[in-house]
T-cell receptor, first 115, second 113 residues
């Protein structure tokens, strides 16, 4: 068990550029989640996948955001035309199977800074 | 909708002293409750969780938490704090049938020598 990994750990970009983040869940976990954490706040849910199916999206996920999990393993989160308000820590989590007693395990996060 | 309140933004505790971090939740049924810890620049590490049964749950690093339905609370405790416990602590709730975690705004713990 190598844990949830995320890449890159840090990303600095200019306003208007596109960025893509990757998350590799714990192997055999079929649930994958994305959260966003801004300074001084707790993480906020963005979206989650069961295998390759995206089952829920938060209203926070504007049309500039898109997430995929094409083969039910790793996931990518893309932000198009970044804005300064997108600066945040983007956290990925995975869980085994979504049962009632399921537990989400988090990766180290990708810190995005939009200049 | 579920919500979590952590009323203390910062708490300072002397090393070796006891600790209690407060967490109140809002949810119509019995929730699933979690405490996570986040060190600077890091992701979240699960300390403990409550699903059902015994209302006093034990976690890692000597932490425990007690679920009190009558007070809608899930406070985190540790009898003797170590300098390495300095971090941010988040309480989270997940409603029955829901997948997403709803987090509080966190409590930053400072440990003084």
């Amino acid at each position: 068990d190598t844990g949830v990994s995320q890449d890159p750990r840090h990303k600095i970009t200019k306003r208007g550029q596109n960025v893509t983040f990757r998350c590799d869940p714990i192997s055999e976990h079929n649930r994958l989640y994305w959260y966003r954490q801004t300074l001084g706040q707790g993480p906020e849910f963005l979206t989650y996948f069961q295998n390759e199916a995206q089952l829920e999206k938060s209203r926070l996920l504007s049309d500039r955001f898109s997430a995929e999990r094409p083969k039910g393993s790793f996931s990518t989160l893309e932000i198009q035309r970044t804005e300064q308000g997108d600066s945040a820590m983007y956290l990925c989590a995975s869980s085994l199977d979504g049962r009632a007693t399921d537990t989400q395990y988090f990766g180290p996060g990708t810190r995005l800074t939009v200049l | 909708a579920q919500s979590v309140t952590q009323p203390d933004i910062h708490i300072t505790v002397s090393e070796g002293a006891s600790l209690e971090l407060r967490c109140n939740y809002s949810y119509g049924a019995t929730p699933y409750l979690f405490w996570y810890v986040q060190s600077p620049g890091q992701g979240l590490q699960l300390l403990l969780k409550y699903f059902s049964g015994d209302t006093l749950v034990q976690g890692i690093k000597g932490f425990e938490a007690e679920f009190k339905r009558s007070q809608s609370s899930f406070n985190l405790r540790k009898p003797s704090v170590h300098w390495s416990d300095a971090a941010e602590y988040f309480c989270a709730v997940r409603g029955t049938g829901f997948q997403k975690l709803v987090f509080g705004t966190g409590t930053r713990l400072l440990v003084s020598p």
